[in-house]
C-alpha cells in the first residue's frame, strides 16, 4: 500500500500521552487491570485522536447534538472515497449499511440465513469473539486452521473444502488476519469465492484492520477479489480500529451483488439506529479528512513492528517474532520456552504485563502472546522488560 499523503506525514506528530495521563482514561484497556499491571492485549491504540476527529466531536458537544442517529449520506460517501483513494475499490454509496460495530454486524446477516445448530467456518487462529458471536447465534462451529510456515500463515483450502462439504452456511473470513498479520492475495480470496459459490457458503468479511497495512503490502477488499466474491460475500468494515474511535460504535456493511443486497435489505432498521451518532459522524470526517493522519500512524506503527523486532532479539530468550504486514499485533511465539499453566496469570502475577494469551485464539494458537504495539517507545520498551523478566 503506497502512502496517499507522504507529504504530510512529518507536518503530523503522532503522540502518545505520559503512562499517568492514559492511566486516567476511562476506557476498558486503562480500567480491566489494577495501575501497576501494563495492559497490552486490547485492540486500540495509544495515539491521541486526530485532528479532525477531535474538532467534529467537540463541535457536537458545543452544539448539544448528542441524540439518535438518523440519515447520514456523508458516511457511505466517506467509505466510497476511502475505498476507492486507498485500496482502487468502487464502492456504491446505497450499497452500504451501518451497523453498531461489526461483530453486530456478523452477527446480523448471519441471523438472516441460518437457524440454530448450522456450521459457520473459522480459521483458527482467529479474533476470539468470533467464538462469542457463533455461541450467540446458537451455530455450531467448524475450524479450518490457518497453515503455518515459520510464522507465515495463509489459507488451507484443502481443509475449507472439507469443511464447506459438511453443509458450513457462513464463514467468517478474518481479512487482514487478526492476531497473525497475515493479508491474502487477490488470487487466494477469487479462490475461496468460487469454493463458497461450489458450496452455497456466504463469506462475511471481517475487514475491520484494512487501513492499517504496511506500505511494502497490498490489500485486496475480498469483494474486489472477483465478480464471484461479489456474489458470495458480504464485508464489514470500520473506522473504528485504523482511527482510534472503537468505543463510539460504527460500522460499515457492504454488499455488491444483486442476490447479496437482498440480504443486506433484510436488516432490521435498528441495526442502523443503534450505531452512535458520534461514532458514524467521526467516521465520517476519519474517511473524508483524516488521511495524512492515518498515513503517519501507518509509519509509526511501521517503525515500532521493527523496534519490537529489536528487542525481542536482544532478550535472547527464543522468542520468534515476525513482523506483522497488517495492523499493530505482535504476535509472540513462545513454543520453544515449554510453558507450563497458566501463562496469561503469570505473566500478571510475576511480570506486571497483562498480554493476551495464543489460546484464546483458538488451539493453534497455544504457546503463543498478542502484545498491542502500537504505543510510545517507552511502553514497547518496558513491556518487553517485564515479559523478559517473567521468563527468565
Known amino acids: 500500500m503506497k502512502l496517499l499523503y507522504p507529504s504530510s506525514v512529518s507536518e503530523i506528530k503522532i503522540s502518545v500521552p505520559p503512562l499517568a495521563k492514559l492511566q486516567s482514561r476511562w476506557s476498558e484497556k486503562w480500567r480491566a487491570f489494577d495501575p501497576e499491571i501494563l495492559p497490552m492485549p486490547f485492540a486500540v491504540m495509544d495515539y491521541e485522536l486526530a485532528a479532525p476527529i477531535k474538532a467534529t466531536l467537540t463541535s457536537l458537544i458545543e452544539n448539544s447534538d448528542a441524540g439518535y442517529l438518523g440519515k447520514i449520506p456523508e458516511l457511505p460517501e466517506g467509505l466510497a472515497h476511502f475505498a476507492k483513494a486507498r485500496w482502487g475499490w468502487d464502492i456504491n454509496p446505497s450499497q452500504v449499511k451501518i451497523a453498531p460495530d461489526v461483530g453486530v454486524g456478523v452477527i446480523e446477516i448471519a441471523r438472516l440465513i441460518t437457524k440454530p445448530g448450522d456450521k459457520i467456518l473459522i480459521n483458527t487462529p482467529v479474533y476470539y469473539n468470533f467464538y462469542n458471536w457463533i455461541s450467540e447465534l446458537h451455530c455450531t462451529l467448524v475450524d ?33 488476519h487478526n492476531p497473525v498479520g497475515a493479508l491474502f492475495t487477490k488470487s487466494e480470496l477469487a479462490e475461496l469465492a468460487e469454493l463458497a459459490k461450489k458450496y452455497g457458503v456466504l463469506i462475511a468479511s471481517d475487514e475491520i484492520h ?183
Open 144 to 176: 479450518a486452521p490457518l497453515k503455518e510456515n515459520n510464522l507465515r500463515y495463509e489459507l488451507d483450502f484443502a481443509a475449507i473444502e472439507a469443511s464447506y462439504a459438511t453443509g458450513v452456511k457462513v464463514h467468517i473470513l478474518c481479512n487482514p
Open 210 to 392: 484494512a487501513p492499517l497495512v504496511y506500505r511494502e503490502n497490498t490489500f485486496t477488499p475480498f469483494l474486489d477479489a472477483s465478480e464471484t466474491a461479489r456474489e458470495v460475500g458480504i464485508a464489514f468494515l470500520s473506522a473504528t480500529k485504523a482511527f482510534n474511535i472503537a468505543g463510539l460504535k460504527c460500522a460499515q456493511i457492504v454488499a455488491q451483488s444483486d442476490q447479496m443486497l437482498k440480504i443486506t435489505e433484510r436488516l432490521p432498521l435498528a441495526v442502523h439506529s443503534r450505531a452512535s451518532l458520534f461514532g458514524a459522524v467521526a467516521s465520517s470526517v476519519a474517511y473524508k479528512e483524516c488521511g495524512p493522519w492515518l498515513d503517519a500512524v501507518i509509519v509509526e506503527l511501521d517503525s515500532s513492528r521493527k523496534y519490537l523486532k529489536e528487542l525481542i532479539d536482544k532478550t535472547k530468550l527464543n522468542i520468534k517474532y515476525r513482523e506483522p504486514d497488517a495492523s499493530y499485533f505482535g504476535w509472540l511465539d513462545l513454543r520453544e520456552l515449554h510453558l507450563e499453566g497458566d501463562i496469561a496469570n503469570r505473566f500478571i502475577s510475576e511480570g506486571k504485563i497483562a498480554v493476551a494469551p495464543g489460546n484464546y485464539y483458538g488451539p493453534s494458537g497455544t504457546g503463543f502472546i498478542r502484545m498491542n504495539f502500537a504505543t510510545s517507545r517507552e511502553l514497547i520498551t518496558e513491556a518487553v522488560t517485564r515479559i523478559a523478566k517473567t521468563l527468565s
